[in-house]
């Protein structure tokens, strides 16, 4: 079993920064592809980006490429992902989520565990 905790969201102004973090503990984090979705209120839960478990081949959503970096951290045990130039349509609680599978998926039914998640605001 695969534990998922978030962390760094925060209230943020347009155009700042902010770097969120997910830990996993329970298996072996190297063998894992980590993603983060995001949910905003009244909306299904969205693909943000995702990186296959040798921390190749970052997979992102239009609208947050060239904005938002993943990356994967297998010492620490821990995916990031570095959100620049937010804007407020990024608004949304992030989840981080992980998968068994080889191969980076931006569908919410390819990954098999999910952390709390952890607000983000966006506002002025």
């Known amino acids: 079993q695969v534990q998922l905790v978030e962390s760094g969201g925060g209230l943020v102004q347009p155009g700042d920064s902010l770097r969120l973090s997910c830990v996993a503990s329970g298996h072996t984090f190297s063998t894992l592809t980590m993603a983060w979705f995001r949910q905003a209120p009244g909306k299904e839960r969205e693909f943000v980006a995702a990186?296959?478990?040798?921390?190749?081949?970052?997979y992102y959503r239009d609208s947050v490429k060239e904005r938002f970096t993943i990356s994967k951290d297998n010492d620490l045990n821990t995916v990031y992902l570095q959100m620049n130039s937010l804007k407020p349509e990024d608004t949304a609680v992030y989840y981080c989520?992980?998968?068994?599978?080889?191969?980076?998926?931006?569908?919410?039914?390819?990954?098999?565990?999910w952390g709390p998640g952890t607000q983000v605001t966006v506002s002025s």
């Open positions: 990186i296959r478990w040798s921390g190749s081949r970052p």
């Open positions: 989520a992980a998968t068994l599978k080889s191969y980076v998926s931006g569908s919410v039914e390819d990954y098999d565990y």
